[in-house]
Every structure is written in C-alpha cells, then in structure tokens.
T-cell receptor, first 117, second 112 residues
Framework: DAGVIQSPRHEVTEMGQEVTLRCKPI?????LFWYRQTMMRGLELLIYFNNNVPIDDSGMPEDRFSAKMPNASFSTLKIQPSEPRDSAVYFC???????????????FGAGTRLSVL | SQELEQSPQSLIVQEGKNLTINCTSS?????LYWYKQKYGEGLIFLMMLQKGGEEKSHEKITAKLDEKKQQSSLHITASQPSHAGIYLCGADRNFGNEKLTFGTGTRLTIIP
C-alpha cells in the first residue's frame, strides 16, 4: 500500500484566499484524522471521522475551517478565508478499528506545509 | 497546560551514547504510543504500551510504562545518526477511545 497520501506538499497563499488540503487514507482504514502542527502548540487534533462520518470536531479552531469525507478514500480540509496564523503543517492520519488494540496505531501522511502571507 | 509533558525538549548526544526521553501524564493512561518524526515528514509509529510495567524493545529502542501508567520512558542504546528526529508520545485517556493526545516532542540530534 502507498500509505496515507496528502496533497499538496507545500502551499503558499495570500491572506483571505481559500485553501483546500487533500488526503487519501490507507485503503480499508476506518478512521481518518486531521492534525495541525506548530512550534507553539505542537500537534493538535482538529477533527476525525469514522466510516466517513465526523465524530469529533472540537479541535477545529473556528468556522473558517471545515472538513469533509465524501467517501472512504478521500477527505478535504478547507480554510476559508485563510489567515497568517493558519500557517502550520497539516497532517492527515488513518487507522483501523479492529483489532481493538490497534485502534490507536495511526499512520500519518507526509503533511502539507501551509504558509499564509 | 500540556496534558502530556515530555523531557527533555531537546537533546544532543554523541553517536554511540545512550539516551532516555521521558513522557509524563498527570492522569492514568489507557495506552501510550511512541512515534518518531523526521524533518519534513509525517510521524512513524514505534511502539504501543498498554499494561502497567510493560516494556517493549525494537532494535536498539526500548520503551517502558510505569506501574501506575502515568509515565513512560524511551531509551536508545548506542545511538546512531538514523535515530535523529523528533520523538513524540501520544496517549489515549479514555477506554476504547480512538483519539490521541500528543506530547510536545523531544528533538534528538546525534553528533559524530
């Protein structure tokens, strides 16, 4: 398997523009997670899905952020409008629901480095 | 305040030396997961610990979870350049929860 695939790897945009980050999880995985990593706040969970359904979006910073998972093989994280403080590395990860012990073994993509000018 | 504290924040070690990284929680953990991150890359799963007193090893890396399940250590023996990177501990705080909280990370540099 190719692993979790994220695109683009790098994104530079101007404040106020819409940004869409994409993720393809590992085939057969039940959970998909979106994280944001910054020097100041470390790795933060934004939202996660189980079988394409959002389970917990309490980490989404504000209404400018939205995430969708239209099918088992694709998810997007959208920021509209973007602001300089959104600059960070955004990671997508996926995991299996079973066996139970493996539920939290998450497989990460390489990340998207977002710079908002 | 951080729910998971890692120490040290950064570590510079001469190649061949041993080192230890710690991860401490103020609450009992149901599971503790160690990941490694290289610059510009995603996290790679290293080991999972679930039982108090549990210890696991893989190649030259050993991870332990204390009996109270509130502290874990990651020990590297005879460090190599390939061990360089950021080590993060992650924890699930609720039984059956698939959500992880991560520590702030420890940046490890290996010098020749």
């Amino acid at each position: 398997d190719a692993g979790v695939i994220q695109s683009p790897r790098h994104e530079v945009t101007e404040m106020g523009q819409e940004v869409t980050l994409r993720c393809k999880p590992i085939s057969g995985h039940d959970y998909l997670f979106w994280y944001r990593q910054t020097m100041m706040r470390g790795l933060e969970l934004l939202i996660y899905f189980n079988n394409n359904v959002p389970i917990d979006d309490s980490g989404m910073p504000e209404d400018r952020f939205s995430a969708k998972m239209p099918n088992a093989s694709f998810s997007t994280l959208k920021i509209q409008p973007s602001e300089p403080r959104d600059s960070a590395v955004y990671f997508c990860a996926s995991s299996l629901a079973t066996p139970w012990a493996a539920k939290n073994i998450q497989y990460f993509g390489a990340g998207t480095r977002l710079s908002v000018l | 305040s951080q729910e998971l504290e890692q120490s040290p924040q950064s570590l510079i070690v001469q190649e061949g030396k041993n080192l230890t990284i710690n991860c401490t929680s103020s609450k009992t953990l149901y599971g503790l997961y160690w990941y490694k991150q290289k610059y510009g890359e995603g996290l790679i799963f290293l080991m999972m610990l679930q039982k108090g007193g549990e210890e696991k090893s893989h190649e030259k890396i050993t991870a332990k979870l204390d009996e109270k399940k509130q502290q874990s250590s990651l020990h590297i023996t005879a460090s190599q350049p390939s061990h360089a990177g950021i080590y993060l501990c992650g924890a699930d705080r609720n039984f059956g929860n698939e959500k992880l909280t991560f520590g702030t990370g420890t940046r490890l540099t290996i010098i020749p």
